[in-house]
């Protein structure tokens, strides 16, 4: 083919023809000689196109290298990379493979026309040793180690009283009993070291003994419990929280393991402590997920809604992760917020001690000191439930004080 005359302008055919072969990675002088044109003319539309890209943003020259259907290939890629590194991250940080070991019961096949049933009892944030001083807060609460002892043995009893009245249509198998963190005060704040009635020792003392009682109680009343322990933020041993060791590393743990050696030798009551921060609990095949609610990816309240916008997002949280693990949870039981609530398949705890000096703080809502009762049904899953109140219902009485008769006398 005969080359271009020199001068002729080329044609915008062949200059568009020019700059889709220099673009595609031809060697100017190559797509010259096949368009038979002169090579000075290569190289200046190249100049042109180098000059121009050099104007131009990174984004904009990808657009032009690259079409939709790129980048919807790419993007494909990409989410499948992604899920291979979720996956792998789930593997490292033992969510698959992790052991659960629960009792047969909870686990055995119906045993005829009367559907199964397990009574649960969620016990969170006992905050055991914290004193609560009514004078700074206006009379509207008070806590103390007594207080606490009275509160935990009014929500044992309510349970062996209100259970069997829910399982007369059931064949109940036992009680699930979570202990779901923050049974200790603990020392992570100044001000607590210096207002706690008890050591953080003598704090784990106490729970042992207590919950020891009532789970006693619970054997006698129902024949089985199933205990469930996770760690709450109160009960770490230290100062700031950690990734590592945070079960290993807490009170909560301790008083746990403590628990268990009372009952070492009673095969009606089963244990389940591990390492991890969660628990997965089968029950009457529902996947039953338990967290202190402090390890949910949120942070706390604000404005009117307070605490359960965190406490639904942080839940959905739980559901999606759980769910790329295979295992979507049927019921997520945590505390934290110390706010008793019930959005969808969430059981979120109230507290032993109740309203605080640091409630009080944020102008929180009054609530009373609050335990969650409830039963999971084989066919119904979440049947019954029912908030504990650990107190009974009263009007805190006006802080006593001194004025003058005239200005406290009625016109």
Request: net charge positive; proline share 5%.
């Amino acid at each position: 083919m005969s080359k271009q005359p020199r001068g002729v302008r080329l044609s915008a055919a062949q200059e568009d023809e020019l700059r889709r072969r220099i673009g595609a990675g031809e060697k100017p002088y190559a797509a010259a000689r096949a368009m038979g044109i002169g090579e000075r003319s290569a190289r200046r539309i190249r100049n042109a196109m180098l000059a121009q890209a050099a104007e131009k943003p990174p984004e904009a020259q990808r657009r032009e290298q690259h079409d939709a259907a790129f980048y919807r290939r790419r993007s494909l890629s990409l989410a499948r990379d992604l899920a291979k590194v979720e996956l792998l991250a789930e593997h490292l940080a033992g969510m698959r493979g992790q052991t659960v070991q629960p009792p047969a019961w909870l686990l055995a096949a119906s045993s005829g026309k009367r559907s199964r049933s397990v009574i649960g009892l969620l016990l969170s944030d006992v905050h055991a040793g914290e004193v609560v001083s009514a004078d700074e807060i206006l009379g509207l609460n008070a806590f103390d180690v007594e207080i606490c002892r009275r509160r935990l043995r009014r929500l044992f009893a309510a349970a062996c009283e209100i259970g069997p009245r829910w399982t007369v249509d059931c064949d109940n198998q036992g009680v699930l009993l979570t202990l779901g963190g923050d049974l200790v005060s603990g020392d992570i704040h100044e001000e607590l070291r210096i207002t706690n009635g008890l050591t953080a020792h003598e704090q784990v003392r106490f729970v042992v003994e207590e919950v020891t009682a009532g789970i006693r109680h619970l054997r006698e009343t129902f024949g089985r419990v199933h205990v469930v322990s996770v760690p709450g933020n109160h009960g770490r041993v230290t100062v700031k929280p950690t990734a590592k060791l945070y079960a290993r590393a807490s009170y909560d743990t301790l008083a746990a393991s403590m628990i268990a050696d009372r009952f070492e030798d009673d095969k009606r009551v089963t244990f389940q402590i591990g390492a991890s921060r969660d628990a997965v609990v089968p029950v009457l095949g529902h996947t039953v997920f338990v967290n202190h609610g402090d390890g949910m990816g949120t942070g706390g309240g604000q404005g009117f809604i307070g605490p359960l916008a965190p406490i639904v997002r942080g839940t959905k949280k739980v559901e999606a992760q759980q769910a790329r693990a295979g295992r979507r949870p049927d019921l997520i039981l945590h505390g934290h917020y110390h706010t008793s609530a019930n959005p969808g398949n969430v059981l979120s705890n109230g507290s032993v001690p109740g309203y605080t000096e640091y409630g009080n703080g944020l102008r929180a809502s009054l609530e009373p000191p609050m335990q969650w009762l409830f039963l999971l049904h084989e066919r119904w899953k979440l049947r019954e439930r029912v908030e504990i109140q650990l107190d009974e219902p009263a009007i805190p009485p006006l802080p006593r004080v001194r004025i003058p008769a005239e200005m406290g006398r009625a016109a």
